[in-house]
C-alpha cells in the first residue's frame, strides 16, 4: 500500500498577518518602550483632570521653549513650524484628555440622618458602569471660585496621608431583592453614586449636625462656603497609582489612559520634533467622553482658525484647512479574555500588537462617522511600514454590536484628511484601564512619524 504523505501547509506570502510589537522590537526597542513608560506614568498620576493635563503640558512646553496656546485652561495647542509654509497644509495630532468620572452636583453636600453621615452627591460623567465606581477609594480634584473670584485649586486623597472618600455599597446577604435580581445597569442607580464625606457631628442642639461639622471643617480649612460649591468644578476621580502590571511588568494600570494615553505620546512626539517639513499642531482638547459639546472641545473650530491665524495672519485659513492632515490620537478596544464573542476577532485589536489603525468609526451602519479614504490609510500605512512601527488595524466590536465616537468626524467636517490611530485599551472606561507598554511606546513612534513627513 502507498505511502500516505502529509501535505505540509503552506501560507501564502501574499497574506496579511497581525505581527507582535514584541517581536517586531529590537531588544533596545522593548528597553525604550518600559523606559518611556516611566513618565508616562508619572503623568496619569499628575494628571488625572483635564485641568491638570494642560497645567502639565502647558509648564513643561513653556521649560522647552515651544509655542504653546492655551484655551480656558481646558484645551491647548503646540506648534513647530514646518519647512513648508503654512499654505501647504499642516500635521494635526488631537487627543482629548477627559475621562469618565463622577462630578459633584452644584449643591452636594447633605446629611442622611438615618445613617448618621454626610454625603456629597454626584452626577457621572461620560460612558460609565456605575458599579465600577461603588466601594473604591476615591479623590477630589478640580477647582472651587469663591465669590470674591478667588480661584482655589484641589488634589485630596492622592497623597498617603490624605483622606479618602468612598461610594457605600449593600453586603450581600441583603441585597437579594434590591440589587441582585436586577439588570446589571440597573443594579446601582445614578442618583446612588453619592460619596462619603464624614461622620462626626458638630456639638449642640441643632438639626444636621454632620452637615454643619463637614461646612465647617472645609471652610476652617480652605475658606469655602456652601454656596461657592455652585461656582465649583470638582470631580470624584479613583485614588488609585498607575501600576505595572504582571509578572513581567508589560502592562500598565491606571485611571484615564482613555485618551490620556494619546494625549501623552501625543506631546511627547512633538516636544521631540525637529524640523518637520510640514507646520506640525499637537491639540489637546475636552469633554470628547460626552460629545465634544462646549467652548474647549473639538467641535470648536474658533480655536484652530486663532491657531493658524497666530502662525499667519493673512493666510487663506479654509485653504490651509483643505490640505491639511489629521491623526486623531484616540484608542480601540483590546479584546477582553473573557468576552471574545463581542469582537469580530479578525478586526479587533488586541494588546502587545501595536498602534491601532481605525480607518471608521461610528455605529450601527457607521452612523456618526468618520471613514478615512483608502488613499490616506494607505498613506499612513506607508509611514508606519517606513519607520518599521508595529501596527494592527481594528473596529470596535462586532457590527451591530460595537462601534463608538471619536473627535474625528469634526475634523474631517473641515475638509481634513481624518484617520484614528492609537493603542489598544482592555477594560476601556472602568476606574483601573489596562495597557501594554509596547503599545505606548508604538504610538509615541506613529506620532512623531507621522508630523516628521
Not at 522590537?25 to 483635564?50: G, R
Not at 441643632?206 to 472645609?218: C, Q, R, V, W, Y
Not at 491639511?324 to 478596544?333: E, I, L, Y
Request: with cysteine; hydrophobic share 40%; glycine share 6%.
Amino acid at each position: 500500500m502507498a505511502e500516505n504523505k502529509k501535505k505540509e501547509s503552506k501560507e501564502s506570502k501574499f497574506a496579511y498577518k497581525k505581527k507582535s510589537a514584541w517581536e517586531i522590537f529590537t531588544k533596545e526597542q522593548i528597553k525604550k518602550s518600559f523606559d518611556f513608560c516611566v513618565d508616562y506614568k508619572n503623568f496619569l498620576n499628575i494628571a488625572k483632570t483635564e485641568r491638570e493635563a494642560i497645567k502639565y503640558i502647558n509648564e513643561n512646553a513653556k521649560k522647552a521653549g515651544k509655542n504653546i496656546i492655551i484655551n480656558k485652561d481646558k484645551s491647548a495647542a503646540i506648534i513647530v513650524l514646518g519647512k513648508k509654509h503654512i499654505s501647504q497644509g499642516v500635521r494635526i495630532v488631537i487627543s482629548h484628555i477627559d475621562s469618565p468620572r463622577l462630578d459633584l452636583k452644584q449643591i452636594p453636600l447633605y446629611e442622611e440622618v438615618t445613617c448618621n453621615v454626610a454625603l456629597f452627591e454626584t452626577h457621572y460623567y461620560g460612558g460609565i458602569k456605575k458599579f465600577h465606581w461603588v466601594v473604591i477609594p476615591l479623590a477630589l480634584h478640580g477647582v472651587v471660585v469663591k465669590k470674591n473670584s478667588k480661584k482655589l485649586s484641589f488634589s485630596i486623597g492622592e497623597k498617603d496621608t490624605d483622606p479618602i472618600f468612598s461610594v457605600p455599597d449593600l453586603l450581600p446577604h441583603l441585597s437579594r431583592k434590591v440589587q441582585d435580581t436586577k439588570k446589571i445597569s440597573e443594579a446601582v442607580a445614578g442618583e446612588s453614586l453619592d460619596i462619603l464625606v464624614g461622620s462626626q457631628p458638630a456639638k449642640g442642639d441643632f438639626s444636621e449636625k454632620i452637615k454643619t461639622a463637614i461646612l465647617d471643617k472645609i471652610n476652617k480649612d480652605y475658606g469655602i462656603t456652601e454656596e461657592d460649591f455652585v461656582s465649583a468644578e470638582l470631580e470624584a476621580v479613583p485614588a488609585l497609582k498607575a501600576r505595572d502590571l504582571g509578572f513581567d511588568r508589560s502592562l500598565i494600570a491606571a485611571y484615564g489612559q482613555d485618551d490620556r494615553v494619546c494625549a501623552y505620546t501625543a506631546y511627547k512626539a512633538i516636544m521631540d520634533l525637529k524640523n518637520p517639513e510640514f507646520t506640525s499642531i499637537a491639540l489637546f482638547v475636552d469633554k470628547e467622553e460626552i460629545g465634544s459639546e462646549g467652548n474647549t472641545t473639538a467641535q470648536v473650530s474658533t480655536f484652530l482658525r486663532s491657531v493658524i491665524k497666530q502662525i499667519d495672519k493673512n493666510v487663506d485659513i479654509d485653504g490651509v484647512m483643505l490640505k491639511s492632515k489629521v491623526v486623531s490620537a484616540d484608542v480601540n478596544a483590546a479584546v477582553t479574555p473573557n468576552y471574545t464573542e463581542v469582537f469580530e476577532l479578525k478586526n479587533a485589536s488586541t494588546l502587545g500588537n501595536g498602534v491601532v489603525m481605525s480607518k471608521f468609526t461610528g455605529h450601527g451602519g457607521k452612523y456618526s462617522a468618520n471613514d478615512a479614504s483608502a488613499e490616506y490609510v494607505s498613506e499612513i500605512r506607508t509611514i508606519l511600514n517606513k519607520e518599521k512601527i508595529p501596527w494592527q488595524t481594528a473596529e470596535l466590536g462586532k457590527v451591530d454590536n460595537g462601534g463608538g465616537g471619536t473627535v474625528a468626524k469634526y475634523f474631517s467636517r473641515l475638509g481634513m484628511e481624518v484617520i484614528d490611530l492609537g493603542p489598544a485599551v482592555m477594560s476601556m472606561h472602568s476606574p483601573y484601564e489596562i495597557t501594554s507598554k509596547v503599545d505606548v511606546y508604538s504610538s509615541y513612534l506613529a506620532y512623531k512619524a507621522f508630523l516628521k513627513y
